[in-house]
């Protein structure tokens, strides 16, 4: 009754090779930006500065941000576990192109079932007599590369009677995904804690050198899986939020990293000359990053906004409008963008959004496997997604 299995495809998408390795290529520079604006302080503060006026949620967070800051940061090692999602777009000619979707910097999920799929697709294959095939499938161990970051993170917090803790939702659908990177921390001989926020504003506290401790024990690393959608959150989350900010322990992401990774910061990103301020001296990276960008538009009050606005209610066919969240199916496609974007076009409510050029992606042919759905062949877009590990 409770446990589904998550849904796969019964056979391995096939990924143009020059964009798979383009997009393997780029993520270190990925998480040199990522890392490079969450120390910028008045480049957020600049980027969100019409975003906060009208989404409380982004707002929230970034007032956390700047009292922590005010305060002085007392965490001294910093964790960064990324996921940068692509899609490959046929443009006018047909050929592909590598697109860069989005950037998730906070709970960043699927590198434990990932790491068990090759092993589903190679099963099958052999199955179907495909034996060449499947020695062609890449080996794909996320998960290892996820729980390596984190165990680094562990041992420069240097206290080894510290825990790993999980901040998790109730009732959580993706735990297996978790476990998995779980499982490679016990493997290691670090302990691992699965808490809820509830948990810690009920049983934590900072003591004077501002060390956390959650049921009596020592927090080294705090690995977000939640607290990124704002029904995460009531006033006791929120103010269990500000404690763990507030903290010595390894935020996995810190509030900052989070904020780095907003829609609005991503179409600030496309503007020009914006890249080269964030990454000096870094030519050839800054170039790199930006052959992945799909046009990405500002809707922020005055006349740039207003004609993009214009431009897009009369032909929404080619933008996609999305809000400043985080966990998918929240974006706007077409009629639905057209009749939203014509409500607030006039009104500062627009700023909490932004627009991108809708990408064509050449569809595939696959089974897709869900729990109580027919196995048929389907048409499939793929979107490829690179994770990214630093401690800073």
Known sequence: QV??????????????CALFEQAYAVQQDFNLLVDAISQNKEFLERTLASTIK???FTARLFRIHMQVLEEGLAQSVFLGINRSDYMFDCGLDGTPALRQIEINTIAASFGGLTSRTVAVHGRVLKVLGKAEEASRLLP???????ALGIAKAWELYGSQSAVVMFLVEKVQRNIFDQRCVENELWNRNIRVIRRRFRDVFEKGSLDDAKRLYVDGQEVAVVY??????????DQENWEARLLLER?????????ATQLAGTKKVQQELSRPGTLERLLPGRTEAVARIRATFAGLYSLDMGEEGDKIAATAVADPDRFVLKPQ??????NLYGEELRQVLEKIRDSPERTSYILMDKIKPQPARNYLLR????????????????FGVYVR
């Open 3 to 16: 446990v589904n299995y998550a849904p796969f495809t019964l056979l391995p998408s096939a990924v143009p």
């Open 54 to 56: 009208v989404d409380d």
């Open 140 to 146: 794909n161990n996320p998960a290892k590369g996820l």
């Open 224 to 233: 977000y899986r939640e607290g990124y959608v704002p029904k995460n959150y």
């Open 247 to 255: 903290s010595r322990a390894v935020k996995c992401p810190d509030i």
């Open 325 to 330: 969240r985080e966990g998918g199916g929240n």
């Open 371 to 386: 729990a109580h759905s027919p196995l048929q062949v389907s048409e499939c877009i793929s979107e490829l997604g690179i």
